[in-house]
């Protein structure tokens, strides 16, 4: 086998990282390399976290190297080469006395969590390190500890692969397909009920969407709104945020982040903008994107975008400059 490399996930005792961890050591997400985890939580729950290790080494995963678990971030963050951020409080529980449900509660709660967490990982983190995060409200708080970090060699993404599945399978069953036949699939934007699937640029068995689908009333008032409003939909049918979906979105991301993007297809995650498709720079933004032979990743700069495109994602661009307004107190 190859090198090592290690990756730090916070929220380890959650349910997301309950489906996502074992799949981090299973010989497909990082090839024939050996994965070292630390794994994150907060003191009160930290404990439980050894019956998670012990499950893991009932499992007998080959390609699985040390695991350890900490409540002490600063410590996990030595030498990480991926760092999936998962904790956070989410939609729909109840956090003293009151049940969060508005984004702004997300962001009051858990900007500060992101400020620590992203000096330490420009701190401590290896210098080519790719960060990843989950926890809601994900752009933005990408945004907070990208900044907190300090650090412009490392990559920060919030996750859109979630958003982008989500898209595939509603167009999958639209089109009668597999989801396998849908490439190039875009979610610009932010992570939140403002994103834009793009239905004209994503490519169904090779011919575009805007060819495939002729129907702008379905994209507007079905299409749209269902990948929308799809995480909140998933909290009213079972009590809680979306687990296993999300495990698959945050490996799917990684995997496309550590292999060549095939010619002419894109993966989607927001990145800081620099600039490209006329969005202020900065701003952790939902693009299309491509990894490069050398490992690097850039933006997919080709795409054009229609009026109707341009105007749904000037949407989501104007809720991120709002989100950055609301949380530049922590931007000291």
């Not at 981090?24 to 994965?35: C, E, H, N, Q």
């Not at 403002?194 to 575009?208: A, C, F, H, K, R």
């Not at 979906?245 to 995997?255: E, G, Y």
Request: a negative charge; aromatic letters at 6%.
């Amino acid at each position: 086998m190859s090198k090592s490399i290690k990756v730090v996930v916070t929220g380890a005792a959650g349910q997301i990282a309950y489906s996502l961890i074992p799949r981090l050591v299973d010989g497909k997400t990082f090839g024939d390399k050996i994965v070292n985890l630390a794994l994150v939580e907060i003191p009160q729950v930290v404990d439980k976290l050894e019956g998670l290790v012990m499950e893991l080494e009932d499992s007998y995963f080959p390609n699985m190297g040390e695991v350890t678990y900490t409540d002490n971030f600063e410590e996990a963050s030595k030498d990480a080469d991926w760092f999936l951020l998962v904790g956070s409080i989410p939609r729909g529980i109840v956090y003293n006395g009151k049940k969060i449900e508005e984004r702004s509660d997300l962001l009051s709660i858990n900007g500060g969590i992101f400020v620590d967490q992203g000096i330490a990982i420009g701190r401590y983190g290896k210098k080519n390190a790719k960060i990843l995060v989950v926890g809601n409200p994900a752009n933005t708080n990408a945004f907070i500890g990208k900044h907190a970090a300090n650090n412009d060699s490392q990559l920060w993404m919030a996750m859109t692969m979630l958003d982008a599945n989500r898209a595939k399978s509603i167009l999958a069953k639209k089109t009668n397909n597999n989801v396998s036949d849908i490439k190039n699939m875009i979610i610009w934007g932010n992570h939140s009920p403002t994103m834009y699937p793009d239905s004209e640029n994503v490519q169904i068995l090779g011919e575009l969407g805007s060819s495939v689908i002729n129907d702008i009333n379905w994209v507007e008032s079905d299409f749209i709104p269902k990948v929308q409003q799809r995480g909140k939909a998933v909290i009213d049918a079972r009590g809680a945020s979306s687990a296993t979906s999300a495990a698959k979105a945050a490996i799917d991301t990684v995997i496309a982040c550590e292999n060549p993007t095939d010619p002419g297809d894109c993966f989607s995650a927001a990145i800081a903008s620099d600039g490209s498709y006329d969005v202020p720079k900065g701003i952790i933004c939902g693009y299309p994107l491509m990894t490069l032979e050398d490992g690097s990743i850039e933006i997919k700069r080709d795409i054009s975008l229609s009026e109707f495109a341009k105007n749904k994602f000037q949407i989501s661009i104007d809720e991120l400059l709002s989100e950055r307004e609301a949380v530049k107190h922590l931007m000291q």
